[in-house]
């Protein structure tokens, strides 16, 4: 999930050119233990996200959210890691263009499992949600100041029957925000 912004800088009117991501998603869980959450991905070059302050200083965005996304990685005896959700707002004029995949193909679990949440992108244009982008691909969208663009990125997948989960592990999840009260009571 990678999302590129251009525009002209408010500071010096020169054209910047700024990434976000790639947005850190979540591992798949093993045999024995829960997935990672949020990972770097070692075959975009052992890529970094850079911090969020730095790009509001940098560039005419602010960040609303950068967080680990809530019930994105799929239930399991061992549950699959979260990935990230982030929501940037244009303080100025910009374009986007975001790549993503693994939108409709969610990431499987295994041996019972149940599978991760997919990628997700929306925008917020206008005071209105967009949400049915196809196949989550944006090119050359403009941004006007107010407007937002949120960046979802996937879990892994569940491993094992979700009903063989320790209990005890499933009320941490809840305390922690990585799992809703209502996903929780479902499985």
């Known amino acids: ?20 991501g790639p947005s850190g998603g979540g591992f798949g869980a093993k045999m024995t233990e829960d997935g990672m959450s949020a990972t770097v991905c070692l075959n975009d070059g052992d890529t970094h996200n850079h911090p969020v302050e730095q790009m509001e200083a940098k560039y005419p965005m602010l960040f609303e959210r ?37 939108v409709h193909c969610a990431p499987w679990g295994l041996a019972g499992g149940h599978s991760g949440a997919g990628n997700q992108v929306c925008l917020r244009s206008g005071g209105q949600e967009i949400t049915d ?4 691909k944006v090119l050359m969208k403009r941004l006007n100041p107010g407007d937002a663009i949120t960046l979802r990125a996937g879990g892994g997948g569940g491993f094992g ?9 499933v009320a941490h999840d809840v305390r922690q925000g990585y799992v809703s009260r209502d996903i929780a009571a479902e499985i």
Do not use: M, W
């Open 161 to 169: 029957p979700p009903e063989e989960r320790d209990p005890e592990k």
């Open 66 to 102: 950068h967080a680990l996304r809530e019930d994105s990685g799929g239930a399991g005896r061992y549950r699959g890691g979260l990935g990230t959700e982030q929501v940037v707002q244009a303080r100025a004029p910009i374009n986007i263009n975001v790549q993503v995949d693994r």
């Open 133 to 136: 982008l196809p196949n989550a």
């Open 1 to 20: 999930l990678v999302c590129l912004i251009n525009g002209i800088s408010p500071k010096d009117g020169r054209l910047f050119l700024a990434g976000i």
